[in-house]
């Protein structure tokens, strides 16, 4: 069983930054690929992006490529987001998950964290 805890979310204004962070607490965090999906109100969870096991691959929905990037340090059990240039349009709940193949399906997802709130104001 991977636990899962996100940090770093929060309010930031339009065109500013935040950093997500997502500790897995299982020690073969490295045979995981890990997944960041979003949930504004009313919306279904959307994918935003995934890293491989081995940080060596990485995929972005269309939404935030180019101003989010994924990373892991496997030797801290961590994945992390970096948003740039945030729109009021990135608001939502933002959950890490893991699986074990990068994929921008949900279902492909074993384990999922319990979300941090990020707000956009304009």
């Known amino acids: 069983q991977v636990q899962l805890v996100e940090s770093g979310g929060g309010l930031v204004q339009a065109g500013g930054s935040l950093r997500l962070s997502c500790a897995a607490s299982e020690r073969t965090f490295n045979n995981y690929a890990m997944g960041w999906f979003r949930q504004a109100p009313k919306k279904e969870r959307e994918f935003v992006a995934t890293?491989?096991?081995?940080?060596?691959?990485?995929y972005y929905s269309d939404s935030v490529k180019g101003r989010f990037t994924i990373s892991r340090d496997n030797a801290k059990n961590t994945v992390y987001l970096q948003m740039n240039s945030l729109k009021p349009e990135d608001t939502a709940v933002y959950y890490c998950?893991?699986?074990?193949?990068?994929?921008?399906?949900?279902?492909?997802?074993?384990?999922w964290g319990q979300g941090t709130q990020v707000t956009v104001s304009s």
């Open positions: 998950a893991a699986g074990r193949w990068s994929n921008d399906d949900s279902k492909a997802y074993n384990y």
């Open positions: 890293i491989s096991w081995s940080g060596g691959s990485t």
